[in-house]
């Protein structure tokens, strides 16, 4: 994203961070103001919206009956996608995913697989046949900076408001009968993201702070409080002691979030 | 079809090639391999062959792209059909674009940006063969073939994997143990200036086994950084004996 | 303060050199106080400076250094060349012509066509500008005989040797004349293709061992072997 700053404006943010604050008045490790809403779009299975600061995303989940991974013969599939829609940023070019949107949807699916989110045992109609395949979409509808969390935020959210229709095997074809049942889920990830300023950390960058920063890490922490993905992104550093300082600083602001949210 | 080892690690603490958790897999490194390239390398580590090639600093095209400012560092991470257990396919696939993001931000914060503006300068990392670890060994070749193309860096760029298996952080994941292990942390640093530009994270760690994996990988970065600058200055002491001989 | 290599020891990209009150010279960088490696080479510690003589490098434009190119393409009012270095270089005939361009009469193909070798001065080059090019000076313009090598341009200090007694050896071993472009290129005119491929042997070897101490003395000897060789072979 090719986005300019002015030399003034990166300097102030940086002085600013420098003594503590930030250009919106937070402190370091303050998160912007979350809004999540479930179930706004009703054609989707599940759906949520997330507004994190200005920034605005929605995932909607489809689920669909496709055939299991070789490796995974009776287990369930998840995809994740994610569009930069152009309408979301200046910078959002139409045409096929870029390297920035396949790795936002890299991450946020790597929070959801490695923490087990999804109970996909429970997904298996016909072990080695037949399988449910989830679909998460995120679509990204205003970009101010700090996607990842947005977006990781209203997946899991979506996945949680998530509804399969029941549904019974009856000599080898799918009825399905009435009712809904609840996607099986067994684990709520909560991803952390951090930009990096000399020697400072900062928690959920703006867009200008991401223009500004250094470098961002992100961690996705599961339940149990345990790291399940990590990813560090942007073109400059941390040294091992800021990689740990991050950690702890997840760790933190996920069970804070957490709590908040009853998850 | 394979089977499933019952256990990555056995009863003497040793793994499926017989290391020790803490041992890295040998490491073999050239530099000058493709005579077209500005600068190149090869790496073989464990049974991963990988080519890496640089092209630049020259014009950038389309010339729209270029930066008044500094270089435009482009990247490409790309496993060839033959590679992988199942053929795969040589379109560039989601992973292929996502490593090679990463890749390219492991590699650019050891080069002068800002010394050759309006320019490009173009990595391209071959896995000819893979086996766990491609990243950090294509990594670990590109930083060479930088070097070797005269690019001025601040440091070498060296890349490793640690990782979590049967209960043990072990280093330097081969691929059974990346596929059946329960974490993979690969890590990439310029040594010199204790600088991780790489750092990724599949699987379950606490924030304990997460820091032993992290110091266990940065020793490992170390010790195969000192293979690179050999591999650098063998180009000397090949001439050296040329010279001794007469 | 101290300096953590020998004088002429090799050197690779982030290895710390000095620490202290240093100047940081070619192919090196500082941060903090310390002075590292920027390129692969041999470090240099002259009083307070510390440089890398770098094993490899490319040729970054300057005004005023002679440079040897290729002419790639003929544009409408201007030449595109191409001097060994990252960026291309112009010429225009204001630079090469000695009367006023007029497009319409004048066919800059006629003047110099793509392939054509030149021997040119760089005028200007900044950060925003590609080279501006000039052969409107005595010694400069098309090349029209002999061999041009490439060598890596770090090395053509030493191509020259000490108060230019290693080219003038050259030359008046193999009768060659050698023009040596600041940019890499050099230029090798003979009476007969054998002289100017002794004069080329001799130029790969000295880019090949330029790090070593006696060169002029073996490259001296190795021209005479190859002469007697050649009178040899003659009678």
Same mark, same amino acid.
């Given at each position: 994203?090719?986005?300019?700053?002015?030399?003034?404006?990166?300097?102030?943010?940086?002085?600013?961070?420098?003594?503590?604050?930030?250009?919106?008045?937070?402190?370091? %490790?303050?998160?912007?103001?979350?809004?999540?809403?479930?179930?706004?779009?009703?054609?989707?299975?599940?759906?949520?919206?997330?507004?994190?600061?200005?920034?605005?995303?929605?995932?909607?989940?489809?689920?669909?009956?496709?055939?299991?991974?070789?490796?995974?013969?009776?287990?369930?599939?998840?995809?994740?996608?994610?569009?930069?829609?152009?309408?979301?940023?200046?910078?959002?070019?139409?045409?096929?995913?870029?390297?920035?949107?396949?790795?936002?949807?890299?991450?946020?699916?790597?929070?959801? !697989?490695?923490?087990?989110?999804?109970? %996909?045992?429970?997904?298996?109609?016909?072990?080695?046949?037949?399988?449910?395949?989830?679909?998460?979409?995120?679509?990204?509808?205003?970009?101010?900076?700090?996607?990842?969390?947005?977006?990781?935020?209203?997946?899991?959210?979506?996945?949680?408001?998530?509804?399969?229709?029941?549904?019974?095997?009856?000599?080898?074809?799918?009825?399905?009968?009435?009712?809904?049942?609840?996607?099986?889920?067994?684990?709520?990830?909560?991803?952390?993201?951090?930009?990096?300023?000399?020697?400072?950390?900062?928690?959920?960058?703006?867009?200008?702070?991401?223009?500004?920063?250094?470098?961002?890490?992100?961690?996705?922490?599961?339940?149990?409080?345990?790291?399940?993905?990590?990813?560090?992104?942007?073109?400059?550093?941390?040294?091992?002691?800021?990689?740990?300082?991050?950690?702890?600083?997840?760790?933190?602001?996920?069970?804070?979030?957490?709590?908040?949210?009853?998850? | 079809?394979?089977?499933?080892?019952?256990?990555?690690?056995?009863?003497?603490?040793?793994?499926?090639?017989?290391?020790?958790?803490?041992?890295?897999?040998?490491?073999?490194?050239?530099?000058?391999?493709?005579?077209?390239?500005?600068?190149?390398?090869?790496?073989?580590?464990?049974? &991963?062959?990988?080519?890496?090639?640089?092209?630049?600093?020259?014009?950038?095209?389309?010339?729209?792209?270029?930066?008044?400012?500094?270089?435009?560092?482009?990247?490409?991470?790309?496993?060839?059909?033959?590679?992988?257990?199942?053929?795969?396919?040589?379109?560039?696939?989601?992973?292929?674009?996502?490593?090679?993001?990463?890749?390219?931000?492991?590699?650019?914060?050891?080069?002068?940006?800002?010394?050759?503006?309006?320019?490009?300068?173009?990595?391209?990392?071959?896995?000819?063969?893979?086996?766990?670890?491609?990243?950090?060994?294509?990594?670990?070749?590109?930083?060479?073939?930088?070097?070797?193309?005269?690019?001025?860096?601040?440091?070498?760029?060296?890349?490793?994997?640690?990782?979590?298996?049967?209960?043990?952080?072990?280093?330097?994941?081969?691929?059974?143990?990346?596929?059946?292990?329960?974490?993979?942390?690969?890590?990439?640093?310029?040594?010199?200036?204790?600088?991780?530009?790489?750092?990724?994270?599949?699987?379950?760690?606490?924030?304990?086994?997460?820091?032993?994996?992290?110091?266990?990988?940065?020793?490992?970065?170390?010790?195969?950084?000192?293979?690179?600058?050999?591999?650098?200055?063998?180009?000397?002491?090949?001439?050296?004996?040329?010279?001794?001989?007469? | 303060?101290?300096?953590?290599?020998?004088?002429?020891?090799?050197?690779?990209?982030?290895?710390?050199?000095?620490?202290?009150?240093?100047?940081?010279?070619? &192919?090196?960088?500082?941060?903090?106080?310390?002075?590292?490696?920027?390129?692969?080479?041999?470090?240099?510690?002259?009083?307070? !400076?510390?440089?890398?003589?770098?094993?490899?490098?490319?040729?970054?434009?300057?005004?005023?250094?002679?440079?040897?190119?290729?002419?790639?393409?003929?544009?409408?009012?201007?030449? %595109?060349?191409?001097?060994?270095?990252?960026?291309?270089?112009?010429?225009?005939?204001?630079?090469?012509?000695?009367?006023?361009?007029?497009?319409?009469?004048?066919?800059?193909?006629?003047?110099?066509?793509?392939?054509?070798?030149?021997?040119?001065?760089?005028?200007?080059?900044?950060?925003?500008?590609?080279?501006?090019?000039?052969?409107?000076?005595?010694?400069?313009?098309?090349?029209?005989?002999?061999?041009?090598?490439?060598?890596?341009?770090?090395?053509?200090?030493?191509?020259?040797?000490?108060?230019?007694?290693?080219?003038?050896?050259?030359?008046?071993?193999?009768?060659?004349?050698?023009?040596?472009?600041?940019?890499?290129?050099?230029?090798?005119?003979?009476?007969?293709?054998?002289?100017?491929?002794?004069?080329?042997?001799?130029?790969?070897?000295?880019?090949?061992?330029?790090?070593?101490?006696?060169?002029?003395? !073996?490259?001296?000897?190795?021209?005479?072997?190859?002469?007697?060789?050649?009178?040899?072979?003659?009678?």
């Amino acid at each position: 994203m090719a986005s300019v700053v002015t030399r003034l404006k990166k300097k102030q943010i940086e002085q600013l961070i420098e003594n503590g604050k930030r250009l919106d008045g937070r402190d370091l %490790t303050d998160y912007r103001e979350i809004k999540l809403e479930q179930g706004i779009i009703e054609r989707a299975e599940g759906s949520a919206r997330v507004l994190l600061g200005k920034t605005e995303i929605v995932v909607g989940t489809k689920i669909e009956m496709g055939e299991p991974f070789s490796d995974t013969p009776n287990e369930g599939v998840l995809t994740v996608n994610a569009e930069l829609v152009p309408l979301a940023s200046p910078e959002f070019e139409a045409g096929p995913p870029n390297e920035d949107s396949v790795e936002l949807a890299r991450i946020v699916d790597r929070g959801i !697989r490695e923490s087990k989110a999804i109970d %996909t045992a429970k997904l298996c109609i016909e072990p080695g046949k037949k399988v449910f395949v989830v679909f998460v979409d995120v679509y990204v509808l205003n970009h101010d900076g700090n996607l990842i969390d947005a977006s990781a935020l209203a997946a899991v959210a979506a996945l949680m408001n998530t509804k399969m229709s029941n549904y019974e095997v009856e000599d080898g074809e799918v009825k399905v009968k009435s009712g809904y049942v609840p996607l099986p889920l067994k684990d709520h990830p909560i991803t952390v993201t951090c930009a990096k300023f000399g020697d400072k950390i900062v928690v959920d960058p703006s867009l200008e702070e991401e223009l500004v920063m250094d470098a961002r890490l992100t961690m996705a922490i599961d339940d149990d409080g345990d790291i399940c993905a990590i990813q560090k992104g942007g073109a400059g550093y941390f040294t091992p002691d800021q990689v740990f300082e991050v950690a702890k600083i997840a760790k933190d602001k996920a069970k804070e979030r957490r709590k908040k949210l009853d998850w | 079809m394979n089977e499933k080892p019952e256990k990555l690690i056995d009863k003497k603490g040793l793994r499926l090639d017989g290391r020790k958790p803490d041992e890295l897999r040998p490491v073999k490194l050239e530099v000058g391999v493709i005579p077209n390239a500005d600068g190149s390398a090869y790496v073989e580590q464990g049974k &991963n062959k990988i080519l890496a090639g640089v092209y630049g600093p020259r014009e950038v095209h389309p010339k729209h792209l270029a930066l008044q400012d500094r270089t435009v560092l482009k990247c490409r991470y790309h496993m060839a059909p033959f590679s992988v257990q199942e053929r795969k396919s040589p379109a560039p696939s989601r992973r292929e674009v996502e490593l090679s993001k990463v890749i390219r931000e492991s590699l650019e914060p050891a080069i002068f940006m800002e010394y050759y503006p309006r320019t490009m300068i173009d990595v391209f990392i071959e896995v000819l063969q893979a086996d766990g670890g491609t990243r950090c060994a294509g990594i670990t070749a590109a930083a060479l073939a930088l070097a070797d193309a005269g690019i001025p860096m601040r440091d070498l760029v060296v890349a490793c994997a640690a990782g979590k298996v049967d209960d043990t952080i072990v280093l330097d994941l081969m691929d059974e143990e990346d596929k059946l292990g329960t974490a993979d942390v690969p890590v990439a640093m310029m040594p010199n200036l204790n600088a991780i530009s790489l750092l990724q994270m599949d699987g379950k760690l606490t924030h304990e086994e997460f820091e032993k994996a992290v110091n266990l990988a940065v020793e490992g970065c170390k010790k195969i950084y000192a293979v690179q600058k050999e591999a650098l200055k063998a180009k000397y002491v090949g001439i050296k004996e040329e010279e001794a001989e007469e | 303060m101290p300096t953590f290599f020998e004088p002429k020891q090799v050197v690779t990209p982030g290895d710390l050199l000095a620490e202290g009150e240093y100047i940081a010279g070619e &192919n090196t960088y500082v941060e903090d106080k310390k002075v590292y490696a920027a390129r692969l080479g041999l470090v240099e510690y002259d009083n307070k !400076r510390v440089s890398v003589v770098a094993l490899k490098s490319f040729y970054v434009p300057r005004a005023g250094d002679i440079v040897i190119g290729t002419v790639v393409e003929v544009g409408f009012n201007s030449w %595109t060349v191409d001097i060994n270095a990252p960026y291309k270089a112009f010429l225009r005939p204001s630079d090469v012509l000695s009367r006023p361009f007029k497009p319409q009469k004048d066919e800059l193909s006629q003047v110099l066509n793509a392939g054509d070798l030149i021997v040119a001065k760089i005028v200007s080059y900044d950060r925003s500008h590609d080279p501006q090019l000039t052969v409107a000076e005595p010694g400069l313009g098309k090349i029209t005989r002999g061999q041009i090598v490439k060598v890596t341009p770090t090395k053509v200090p030493r191509i020259i040797g000490r108060k230019g007694s290693m080219i003038s050896m050259i030359k008046e071993q193999t009768g060659c004349q050698i023009i040596l472009g600041l940019n890499g290129v050099v230029l090798i005119t003979g009476k007969t293709l054998e002289d100017e491929q002794l004069a080329l042997t001799a130029i790969n070897r000295i880019e090949n061992e330029s790090h070593t101490s006696g060169l002029t003395d !073996r490259i001296t000897q190795m021209l005479k072997e190859e002469k007697s060789k050649q009178e040899e072979i003659k009678e």
